[in-house]
């Protein structure tokens, strides 16, 4: 499956900007530029969470951004903005990362504690 979308103006979502959107089941590519063109790619293993956004423009005009927190170097924060059929996208996004994480055997994993100070460790209270 893919999806291909033009980032739109909000006014009345008209495509008329020249960034374009492909999300793949093992990438996202933004194609950016008209004379200078510029292309970025993001594999879809290294997308970590991935968050949908939409304004009253947005609403009105049935789009949304979908904004993806991964762990590129280039663009930890990947912003689809202005595009059609956002909901699909996002759920498309959370599936195929899960799925390429799961096919390249690798795992995020969060430290909870990793701000807290070792004094302030509530376990250590009860420990009499």
Request: aromatic share 10%; charged share 35%; proline share 3%.
């Amino acid at each position: 499956m893919e999806f291909i979308e033009r980032k739109r103006l909000l006014f009345f979502g008209l495509p008329w900007t020249f960034t374009k959107y492909t999300v793949r089941e093992e990438m996202i590519t933004v194609n950016t530029g008209l004379l200078s063109t510029r292309e970025n790619d993001c594999y879809m293993y290294k997308v970590q969470d991935v968050e949908l956004s939409a304004t009253l423009w947005e609403r009105i005009f049935k789009m949304g951004t979908v904004i993806c927190y991964t762990g590129d170097t280039t663009n930890p924060k990947l912003c689809i903005e202005h595009v059609r059929n956002a909901k699909s996208i996002k759920d498309f996004i959370l599936e195929a990362s899960e799925e390429a994480r799961r096919k390249r055997r690798t795992m995020n994993t969060l430290r909870i504690d990793a701000d807290m100070d070792p004094e302030d460790n509530p376990a250590d209270e009860y420990d009499d």
